[in-house]
């Protein structure tokens, strides 16, 4: 177990934005979304957005944990719906974490006083438990940026976020594997499904 913010860089948090998938946890229930853990030297933060449950859960419990994890596919699948149970399990004290996770952390989290959506947060453990190596995959990489561009398309209905994703799409099923282009695929349903756009 490592702790502290000395353990930072050992679970594959480093300077800039950390694309992480987010556990929270309310009443027995587990949430996990993307969320992106800005580092400034030694500022961590992370902006949480109004009217999720990981914004929900944060303010109630004051913690999350980092779940570091390079499978594209999870980042498109909790952008826009929820993991039934089998991808969760435990640590040893009860925190919920995803089953195929890289490397895990703990953070709580301090919101500021002058806006509750950005927040301060602080490394108080976590564990690597395994450190894969892998070449760059442009398809993957653009699944992360697609489970973005979905979530704020969504959110504001913007043509500029669809048209962004349709190229994406395209990049992805050229550079991509199976998983990679299922992922997108199933962005997009889920979108077709609530704009009726494409």
Same mark, same amino acid.
């Given at each position: ?38 580092? +400034? ?10 009217? /999720? ?24 699948? /909790? ?6 149970? +089998? ?63 979905? /979530? ?32 997108? +695929? ?13």
């Amino acid at each position: 177990m490592l702790y502290g913010n000395e353990a930072l860089s050992e679970i594959g948090i480093l300077d800039g934005i950390n694309e992480i998938i987010a556990t929270t946890e309310t009443r027995g229930r587990i949430n996990a979304a993307p969320l992106g853990i800005i580092k +400034d030297g030694d500022s961590l933060y992370v902006r949480l957005f109004l009217g /999720t449950h990981t914004y929900e859960n944060v303010l109630t419990r004051g913690w999350f944990v980092a779940n570091i994890t390079h499978d594209a596919w999870l980042f498109a699948e /909790t952008a826009l719906e929820d993991l039934p149970d +089998d991808y969760f399990v435990r640590s040893d004290d009860g925190l919920p974490l995803l089953k195929d996770a890289e490397a895990w952390g703990l953070f709580k989290c301090e919101a500021f006083a002058s806006d509750i959506i950005i927040a301060k947060v602080e490394l108080v453990k976590g564990m690597a438990i395994r450190r894969d190596f892998r070449a760059c995959n442009r398809g993957a990489n653009l699944v992360l940026e697609a489970a973005v561009a979905a /979530t704020r398309y969504m959110a504001l209905r913007t043509d500029s976020y669809f048209e962004e994703l349709m190229k994406m799409q395209r990049i992805i099923n050229r550079c991509g594997g199976p998983r990679e282009r299922e992922a997108m +695929d199933r962005l997009m349903e889920r979108i077709d499904s609530f704009s009726h756009k494409r």
